[in-house]
């Protein structure tokens, strides 16, 4: 009997590792995906300033910027479509792995006080209620840089005569595009993910997928109970 409990502990670790090791690699090819984005953006905007010295590039600058704007637009939102992406993969990873700690959990009660994680397979969350910069399926630096592009996209096509007309007013309509833009985008990534979290719960509800949800009055007791129980043969085998 023990040595099945120890062989089926070795595969949950080899498993648990596997897990681990998947979720790493997602994070990476986050993190790349957003520096060669930066990189790009760097990269064209000390080319368009350095090609402004030219007089030819001056004359047709509004036709450049568009074009310009317009396709490292469509990169940056379909990186941070990624992103979005590889965030879900991620913490559907890290779901099946706390379903692991739930087994090492049951299997052995004393462990409860020193999990980092939740030993359940229905945390961590999808969403994020905060509109701040802490969402989750979306880089900070991505979604600021595509409110760039997106001002100057607009501005480019629209609001290119007021930078010699008014100069206040043009201004003032760079920043009201930008935060509409950047707004838009942290909209867009809350209806997305509430939408994933909505339709997962139906389907975890349907097929019971969720086999251990977290609780965390349970928890709570699980770690006082175990704290006792540890005071208790600490005091036992000081008697002894």
Known sequence: MKNKEETIAQYFLAELNLLENRATRFEENKSNRINFFILLFG????????????????????????????????IGLLSLNSQIEYS?????????????????????KEIAPYLIFEPADDKPSYIRHKLSLSWRGAEPTLVILNAVLITTLLISLFGYRLLNSDFYIFLVLCFVLFFLSYFIQIFW????????QKRR????????????PFDDKIMTAMIEKSLKEQKKNKKSQKGK
């Open 43 to 74: 990269i064209t905007l000390a080319g368009v300033t350095s090609g402004m010295q030219s007089e030819v590039v001056r004359e047709n600058s509004q036709l450049i910027i568009t074009y310009i704007s317009f396709v490292l637009l469509v």
């Open 88 to 108: 879900i993969t991620i913490v559907t990873l890290y779901r099946k792995s706390g379903r692991i700690r739930r087994w090492f959990l049951d299997n052995n």
């Open 189 to 196: 990534i809350q209806f997305k993910l509430n939408d994933l």
């Open 201 to 212: 719960n139906i389907i975890d509800k349907n097929i019971n997928r969720v086999i251990f």
